[in-house]
């Protein structure tokens, strides 16, 4: 579950964020909507513990991302980040890739091998083990990207704008298999698509330095 209680965020006189109370639980698909600028991607970074509020707090599953110990910081893998870009480390090779965050974790290296070829297999990129991600298409960069996220097993998936450099064939399908692999978590994706903001069970409009919600009706 994700909680976020009086969150502001200030950089020197500008304020981004203002007093943002909002909960997301287990089994949520949240889209995150805005004009540029608005704060959007901040607010993504403030709940993946990449930026801290200036006041308010920010819970993951009950733990306190602004407090410094050794549980909080093993509290942030428990959030999966997707980007507009893949950010895929070149000279690794794709599977190489998807182990990296579960190095971090310290995940024993037998079960980082199980959960990678689980992932990519899941994301349809079972074929594409040992490629480098220069040999991989735009769609299959965001697979791999995906794949990654999971393998780690998060509560949380956080996805800013993951379409955003995808033709609109191949964005649908990365949405769906988002949307497919996220069952059961916390999903929050930022984006400019009204169709895909339409496609959540609730959507935040963030401006005016605060968040308004809104239900989704139901499909």
Same mark, same amino acid.
């Given at each position: 579950?994700? @909680? ?5 965020v200030?950089?020197r006189?500008d304020?981004? !964020?203002?007093?943002?109370?909002r909960?997301?639980?287990?089994g949520? %698909?949240v ?6 600028g608005a704060?959007?991607s901040?607010l993504?970074n403030?709940i993946? &513990?990449?930026?801290?509020p200036s006041?308010g707090s920010?819970?993951i ?8 110990g ?5 509290? $942030?893998?428990?959030?999966? %980040?997707?980007?507009?870009?893949? =950010? ?5 090779s794709?599977?190489e ?5 579960m190095?971090?974790?310290?995940v024993?290296? *037998? @079960?980082r ?5 689980? *992932?990519l297999e *899941?994301?349809?990129?079972?074929h594409r083990?040992d =490629? $480098?991600?220069?040999?991989l298409? &735009? &769609?299959e960069?965001?697979?791999? *990207?995906?794949?990654?996220?999971i393998?780690?097993?998060?509560e949380?998936? !956080?996805a800013? @704008?993951?379409?955003?450099n995808?033709?609109?064939?191949? &964005?649908?399908s ?5 949307e497919?692999?996220?069952a059961g978590?916390? !999903?929050?994706v930022?984006t400019h ?7 959540g ?5 963030v401006?005016?330095?605060?968040v308004? @919600? =809104? ?5």
């Open positions: 579950m994700v @909680e976020l209680a009086d969150v502001s200030r950089y006189d304020t981004i !964020l203002e007093d943002v109370t909960t997301v639980r287990r949520d %698909y889209t995150v909507t805005g004009r540029s704060g959007k901040t993504l403030v993946a &513990g990449t930026v801290f006041s920010v819970r599953c009950g733990h306190d991302l602004g407090r410094s050794p549980r909080t910081q093993a509290q $942030r893998y428990a959030i999966g %980040y997707l980007f507009q870009s893949a =950010h895929l480390v070149s000279w690794m794709v599977a890739n998807v182990q990296l965050g190095r971090y974790q310290r024993a290296a *037998a @079960e091998r199980r959960r990678t070829s689980e *992932a *899941a994301v349809g990129l079972a083990t =490629h $480098r991600p220069t040999q298409s &735009g &769609g960069r965001q697979r791999a *990207a995906l794949a990654r996220s393998a780690r097993d998060p949380v998936i !956080l800013d @704008e993951p379409t955003g995808l033709d609109a064939t191949t &964005g649908a990365i949405i769906e298999l988002i497919s692999l996220s978590r916390c !999903l929050i930022v698509d009204e169709a895909l903001a339409a496609r069970t609730r959507q935040w409009v401006g005016d330095r605060g308004r @919600e =809104h239900v989704m009706a139901a499909s």
